[in-house]
């Protein structure tokens, strides 16, 4: 400890000073040369002592010194990881040196250097720029890993300039966002898994249309969902026609991609929906749609974390049309992005065909013919109570579901929450583990918006006063209770 050097520190320099009396006296009676000698011993025990208490300086730091990592993104066949290291002492670290056990391969790095590597043992440097550690201060560096498994492992056995720091204290940001913890996913039985296989739940909100609010989608807002809310996915709600993707292809593939990069950043799931509503024949814009999805999966196929949605609310049109649908639209898919997690809308408005007279039957009777997908269902709570939250529930466990698309209000989108319906669902969805996503994170007037109007007009807090009744309930189911994986 600091105090214990500095008294040990004070015993040598007393031990010196009695020599120097000592040596006074010997002086004086004359035998000078054996105090040469006495004091040259004396000097040397206390230069072994100085020399020792160097070294404890040193293995045991006086303050905590972190080594800071977070796994930021991932694809398919490697991730990014944020690096660092945070001096909690009063003195510079000069000319740091990192060691640490790694069981990846660094592919690239910046910030900082590989001195060394010995099977599985690092040692890095800094650059010239990041050498010296300031007091109280950080270093910061990075690296791309190439792999095709498990992104879990962190560093080990840290060792700083030589001195050990303790595990947890090695990696003291563990890879702690939704997409770096559950990696690649698949549907597994009727369920959602990550990538070890074990069954979980992601929650998160929808855009409102992207040619209404993209406004909301601002660096502050990306950050207050992935932290503030906790938000485990983003779904974007691409129109094709009210003014959407079909006025300008070329300009909403650029926006999508920028958006998609945000949020993909920020270690959360993407839904990329393709938000047919008006007409409700998904063949209607198949064209569009076939082109869409080919640009999306090849540019974005790389990353773990895209679902695609292929088809927001079939309505008007029978199951086997949205299983033709699905027949064209998903190998494209699968051609440049072959094990994402498709997601398929259903009959009467997503309702698994409730709103038309129908049911989950029909599906489960004759499901589309490929692997890896959910069917949608969306429910709205003022309006979709016992009769489709039943229907749901004989879905349940019979084909995989995902409600990538729900409201607290009515299905208009607005008038009065129903917050006690939108509970029950929220409970089924729990105990099932049954992803969703809330309508909508957006400022648009709606009683279905998370803000009132003009909140996108500012940089935040997205929380607060700025919340609706529905955004402040939506946040809440989030953060309460906390992701369970
Ligand atoms: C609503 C929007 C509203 C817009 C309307 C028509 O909130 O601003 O004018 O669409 O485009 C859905 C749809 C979703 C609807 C929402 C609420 O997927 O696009 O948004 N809703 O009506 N299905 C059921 C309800």
């Known amino acids: 400890s600091p105090t214990a050097n500095r008294s040990t520190t004070s015993l040598v320099e007393s031990i010196l000073m009695k020599n120097v009396l000592m040596k006074q006296v010997l002086m004086k009676q004359g035998f000078m040369k054996k105090v040469s000698m006495e004091d040259s011993l004396i000097r040397h025990a206390a230069r072994c002592l100085l020399a020792s208490l160097a070294l404890a300086a040193v293995s045991v730091p006086a303050i905590a010194q972190t080594v800071d990592y977070k796994v930021r993104e991932t694809w398919n066949g490697g991730f990014v990881a944020d690096a660092g290291i945070r001096n909690g002492g009063s003195s510079r670290i000069a000319g740091w040196k990192l060691e640490f056990d790694y069981p990846y391969t660094i592919r690239e790095i910046w910030s900082a250097r590989i001195v060394s590597r010995s099977g599985q043992r690092y040692a890095l440097r800094g650059e010239s720029w990041n050498v010296d550690i300031p007091a109280s201060g950080r270093v910061d560096f990075g690296w791309v890993v190439d ?25 003291a940001l563990v890879a702690g966002n939704p997409v770096a913890i559950n990696g690649q996913l698949r549907v597994c039985g009727t369920r959602l898994c990550n990538q070890s296989g074990r069954a979980i739940q992601l929650r998160g909100m929808s855009t409102h249309g992207l040619q209404w609010s993209s406004k909301c989608l601002k660096d502050s807002a990306f950050d207050a969902l992935a932290r503030d809310w906790g938000a485990d996915v983003v779904r974007l709600a691409m129109y094709v026609r009210e003014g959407g993707y079909n006025t300008d292809p070329a300009g909403y593939k650029a926006r999508m ?28 814009d198949v064209g569009l749609a076939k082109d869409f999805f080919q640009y999306m999966s090849k540019k974005h196929g790389w990353r773990k974390n895209i679902l695609y949605e292929i088809a927001n609310e079939p309505n008007g049109v029978s199951w086997n049309r949205i299983r033709q649908y699905a027949d064209t639209v998903i190998p494209i898919i699968r051609a440049n992005d072959p094990d994402a997690v498709v997601l398929v809308g259903t009959r009467g408005w997503s309702s698994l065909g409730l709103s038309e007279g129908a049911g989950p039957e029909e599906i489960i009777a004759n499901p589309v013919n490929a692997s890896n997908i959910m069917y949608s269902f969306h429910f709205y709570a003022a309006s979709h109570t016992d009769y489709h939250r039943e229907g749901f529930a004989r879905a349940i466990g019979r084909i995989p579901l995902f409600v990538t698309e729900f409201g607290t209000t009515a299905h208009t989108g607005n008038g009065d929450n129903d917050f006690a319906s939108a509970q029950r669902y929220i409970d089924l969805m729990a105990q099932h583990k049954i992803s969703w996503v809330n309508w909508a994170f957006s400022d648009h007037g709606q009683t279905s918006a998370a803000f009132i109007r003009n909140t996108c ?12 009744p529905s955004g402040a309930w939506a946040r809440d189911k989030m953060r309460v209770p906390a992701d369970s994986f």
């Not at 962190?154 to 720091?165: H, Q, S, V, Y």
């Not at 007009?457 to 609706?468: I, K, Q, R």
């Open 257 to 284: 991609d920028a958006w998609i990069a945000e949020i993909s950043s920020r270690g959360m799931y993407v839904i990329v929906d393709w938000h047919i509503l008006t007409p409700g024949d998904p063949m209607a």
């Open 147 to 171: 792999t095709s498994g498990d992104t879990t492992a962190r560093p080990r056995n840290c060792r700083l300039n030589g001195t050990a720091i303790p595990d947890s204290r090695c990696a």
């Open 457 to 468: 007009s500012t940089d935040g807090p997205w929380n607060g006063s700025v919340l609706t």
